[in-house]
């Protein structure tokens, strides 16, 4: 199993060392020619949704990833990756990959609530949640499972092969929700998909 790292921008490297001490194989995706590399699951990662999104038109790496993702690539993105997947971003105009039929709200706590950290369930399982300017999901549909709601807001849902949540599990030393993801990508490897 290969897993690629989108490394444009963000918190790429915390990925990377969560993936190092699962003991699964990686590569940084940052030129077109990485994108075109074959492996089995993608990470987006937090950051700035506008600069990564600008990034992957610039470096000539977005339809590449889209067309990867349309056809059954599993998908994980954290915060500003969850932005990037959704389909529709209610206070911006702006959408990138469009993938997940989700609604998300951006900057969605305000300043005084910016950042925060708690401890909530993930698919029925503690873990500690760090949220760094981070999104909410405001509307699901009905493919969607969600996975975690923190104060009555969805922060963690999955439709097939994608995965997003709007806080950042690379920044805690709990690996359940990257653990999650792999699950998903062994069942991507073990069906006829790929
Ligand atoms: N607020 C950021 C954005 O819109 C996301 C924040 C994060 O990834 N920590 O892109």
Known sequence: MKIAILALQGAFIEHENILKKLGVDFLEIRQKKDALEDFDGLIIPGGESTTQGKLLH??????????????????????????????????????????????????????????????????????????IRAPYISKVTKDCEVLAVVDGKIVAARENNQLVCAFHPELTSDYTVHKYFLSIVENYLNSNTK
């Open 58 to 131: 610039e470096f000539d790496i977005f339809d590449v990833l889209k067309e990867k993702i349309i056809k059954g690539l599993p998908v994980f993105g954290t915060c500003a990756g969850l932005i990037l997947l959704a389909k529709e971003i209610e206070n911006d105009d702006r959408v990138h990959f469009s993938t997940m039929d989700i609604i998300v709200k951006r900057n969605a706590y305000g300043r005084q609530l910016a950042s925060f950290i708690t401890n909530d369930k993930f698919n029925d399982k503690l873990v500690p949640m760090v949220f």
